[in-house]
């Protein structure tokens, strides 16, 4: 089992920063490759970022790709989501997810493809 808890949401207005912690508990941290979801009222649930088991490989959803950036410090057991210039699209609940996939090169991008998830985190974007 691997327990997730997000932190850092809030609100904030367009063009401001914000950064999203997720701490994992639980089995060996460094064995998941994270990834980073969120989901608005009425929407699907959709990918954001995810960054493999080692941190040597990062991917992102286009919306987001040159705003947004995923890191890891696997001694911390952390997960992290800088979320700059952001848009009142940007608005959702973010969700932290692992994966035991432990990609090389391509990431997993499925919800499907994840096994644990965090509670989520609120982030509102006002205009």
């Known amino acids: 089992q691997v327990q997730l808890v997000e932190s850092g949401g809030g609100l904030v207005q367009a063009g401001d920063s914000l950064r999203l912690s997720c701490a994992a508990s639980g089995r060996t941290f460094s064995s998941y490759d994270m990834g980073w979801f969120r989901q608005a009222p009425g929407k699907e649930r959709e990918f954001v970022a995810a960054?493999?088991?080692?941190?040597?490989?990062?991917r992102y959803a286009d919306s987001v790709k040159g705003r947004f950036t995923i890191s890891r410090d696997n001694a911390k057991n952390t997960v992290y989501l800088q979320m700059n210039s952001l848009k009142p699209e940007d608005t959702a609940v973010y969700y932290c997810?692992?994966?035991?996939?432990?990609?090389?090169?391509?990431?997993?991008?499925?919800?499907?493809?994840?096994?644990?998830w965090g509670q989520g985190t609120q982030v509102t974007v006002s205009s």
């Open positions: 960054i493999n088991w080692s941190g040597g490989s990062t």
């Open positions: 997810a692992a994966s035991a996939i432990r990609a090389l090169i391509t990431i997993a991008t499925l919800t499907s493809q994840y096994d644990y």
